[in-house]
């Protein structure tokens, strides 16, 4: 949760345990609930306090998230075998 906020920037607290942590997800993107962008700047202390900075004003009751998980669909490509015989139908060869 945010600790403190001035407009675009925000204190972010209880999210990691130390600095290395900070650190390693650096490159990360941030997301907030209600739909916000950010980046984390720097390691604030020695218990895992950061500074981040959001592409819009932030708000204190906003939470901030951080998804360390990213969907990605693979490229259509048809199944080896398989052709269209012209009609419209699927024909197996």
């Known amino acids: 949760y945010p600790v403190r906020v001035h407009k ?5 607290k209880y999210m990691f345990y130390n600095p290395e942590d900070v650190k390693w997800f650096k490159p ?7 739909g916000l962008q950010g980046n984390i700047l720097e390691s604030v ?10 592409n819009a004003p932030i708000k204190q009751h906003d939470t901030v998230c951080l998804p360390l998980y990213k969907r990605i669909y693979p490229k ?5 075998g ?3 015989g012209g009609d419209g139908a699927t ?3």
């Open 45 to 54: 202390g020695e218990h895992g306090t950061m500074k981040c900075l959001f």
């Open 91 to 93: 024909v197996a060869t």
């Open 28 to 34: 990360a993107g941030l997301t907030t609930k209600h």
């Open 76 to 80: 259509y490509a048809p199944a080896k």
């Open 8 to 12: 675009r920037t925000a204190t972010v």
């Open 82 to 84: 398989v052709s269209n």
